[in-house]
């Protein structure tokens, strides 16, 4: 929230709202209809208009799919940041170093963490050859821990001089800020990427969904919770950042040396940063497993001949080999800065497109309403074709159209 405090989070939950309700059940329901992931989920919004259409819209979806090959490969290295911080909690070395010359100590080398890089890429492809189930039921225990934790950091924080300023900064809305157009198109990009909406990672979610599942209630919940994550975690992170004369708008810096420095300031804090980063570690694996299902499933679909053990090692080469060369931050920091101004942008474009123009309009209410305990009619249709849409072609055009200029 380092564009506009207040304003920035108003319009930031607008878009939520906005995108929870209409984009991601749109995707949810598309690949449920289709019974697969982002290949043939486009073929098929596609070929509601005719055979030909449907090979165009197969072809354009590897744009987004190469889209969640991208952000695998840069969340995986952050993963491996946060497994390294796990790793230093275990040992307690997190607990008596300057959290600051300890970051930059691993992350602005070359190959600084290339054992839990490995660890991460082929733990997590290994849980989707054996099975995620393990993952998921961890995560029953491990995320109920993560929000516990963190709002009792909230509460240390808050008695930290400094950070009424944070709070200040946060839920004063600026009201002049919201008539900055930069404003809500940060807030509209965020909102995109918080959600996940890319035009490829949730469809394979829809893929798995049954039929007697309410697609409109099931994204709504989905924004809910991310929402409050979200919010929690800038509860701790923000304030602190005024506390400790950080910048808010510092990125993965916020993790790795304002939390660290939260941790050692409180009672029991090296049992609170194993639980923590443990948390963080399995919410990571759960996102990653997404992406890379995503872009495996369709590959299995568009090559049946392909088997998924020859799959996941393509993915594992993929990844290592491309990302091993970005762990240093500086080279991160470009590969994210392409895959959030073109790639989301595009992608999420590429699919609202599709779901609310070329699919014909009654197929898709037909699976919106499928399963749902409240039909849901042209009023939801018409808010994704005429605000939903442009939303996304906006912020793909601003985010060209800067890239360009500057």
Not at 16 to 39: C, D, K, N, P, Q
Not at 379 to 404: E, N
């Amino acid at each position: 929230m380092s564009n506009g405090g207040g304003a920035f989070l108003l319009a930031y939950l607008f878009f939520i709202m906005l995108f929870g309700t209409v984009g991601l059940s749109a995707e949810y329901a598309v690949g449920r209809r289709a019974h697969t992931g982002t290949l043939g989920s486009y073929r098929m919004a596609w070929a509601s208009r005719s055979k030909v259409w449907g090979k165009v819209g197969g072809a354009l979806g590897w744009l987004p799919l190469a889209g969640s090959m991208c952000i695998a490969i840069g969340y995986a290295v952050i993963i491996s940041y946060v497994l390294k911080a796990f790793s230093a909690s275990v040992g307690g070395s997190l607990m008596t170093v300057d959290p600051g010359a300890w970051f930059e100590g691993f992350s602005l080398h070359d190959y600084s963490v290339v054992p839990f890089h490995v660890i991460v890429v082929v733990g997590t492809l290994l849980t989707l050859l054996l099975g995620a189930h393990s993952i998921e039921k961890s995560n029953k225990v491990m995320m109920p821990l993560f929000f516990v934790i963190f709002l009792i950091l909230a509460v240390r924080v808050a008695f930290l001089p400094g950070a009424a300023e944070g709070y200040r900064y946060m839920f004063t809305p600026r009201w002049e800020d919201l008539l900055d157009p930069m404003v809500w198109i940060w807030a509209m990009g965020q909102a995109f990427f918080s959600l996940s909406i890319t035009g490829s990672g949730m469809i394979v979610y829809g893929a798995y969904l049954s039929p007697e599942e309410d697609v409109v209630s099931l994204a709504k919940q989905t924004a809910l919770f991310d929402t409050i994550a979200a919010l929690v975690a800038a509860l701790v992170i923000i304030p602190a950042c005024f506390a400790y004369g950080l910048d808010v708008g510092a990125g993965p810096a916020l993790l790795f040396v304002t939390l660290p420095r939260i941790l050692q300031d409180i009672p029991l804090g090296r049992l609170f940063a194993v639980i923590l980063y443990t948390a963080m570690v399995f919410a990571g694996v759960s996102s990653l497993q997404n992406m890379f299902e995503a872009v495996g499933e369709s590959l299995l679909h568009r090559f049946p001949k392909l088997n998924r053990k020859a799959m996941l090692a393509l993915l594992c080469v993929i990844c290592l080999g491309v990302g091993l060369n970005m762990e240093p931050i500086f080279k991160w920091g470009p590969w994210m800065d392409i895959v959030s101004i073109y790639i989301i942008p595009i992608g999420a474009t590429l699919g609202a497109l599709s779901w609310f123009w070329i699919m014909k309009r009654e197929e898709l209410l037909e699976e919106i309403n499928r399963g749902a305990k409240k039909r849901t009619g042209q009023r939801w249709y018409c808010t994704g074709r005429y605000f939903y849409v442009p939303c996304a072609v906006i912020l793909c055009g601003v985010a060209l159209f800067l890239q360009v200029a500057f």
